[in-house]
């Protein structure tokens, strides 16, 4: 169980280093239309997008992907502390 809740945790933490990525491109011109920028944005806009539908921009600062990272940082701790929830469930 530790070895699969150790694999789904890294691979929301490289997610979330992809996020972080994906939202520091749109400060830089041009590079979103980039073959990376296209797969970050085929990875992260379906994440990112209900968040755009509930929380609209403030002016233009988008303030919905720290709602998405919240979120991806509680099923971070939530992946993390699977093992010793389980435990106390078995006893």
């Known amino acids: 169980m530790y070895l699969i809740t150790s694999i789904v945790s ?4 490289i997610y979330w280093w992809i996020l972080i990525i ?5 400060w830089v011109p041009n590079i979103r239309q980039s ?3 296209q797969l970050f944005a ?4 379906p994440y990112l997008e209900p968040f755009r539908r509930i929380i609209p ?3 233009m600062i988008d303030i919905s992907p720290w709602a998405a990272f919240f979120v991806l940082w ?3 701790l939530g992946v993390a ?10 006893g």
């Open 10 to 13: 890294d691979i929301l933490r």
């Open 22 to 26: 994906y939202i520091f491109m749109s």
């Open 35 to 37: 073959g990376v920028g």
């Open 42 to 45: 085929r990875l992260c806009e």
């Open 57 to 59: 921009p403030l002016g």
């Open 74 to 76: 509680l099923a971070q």
């Open 81 to 90: 502390n699977l093992p010793l929830i389980i435990q106390n469930i078995t």
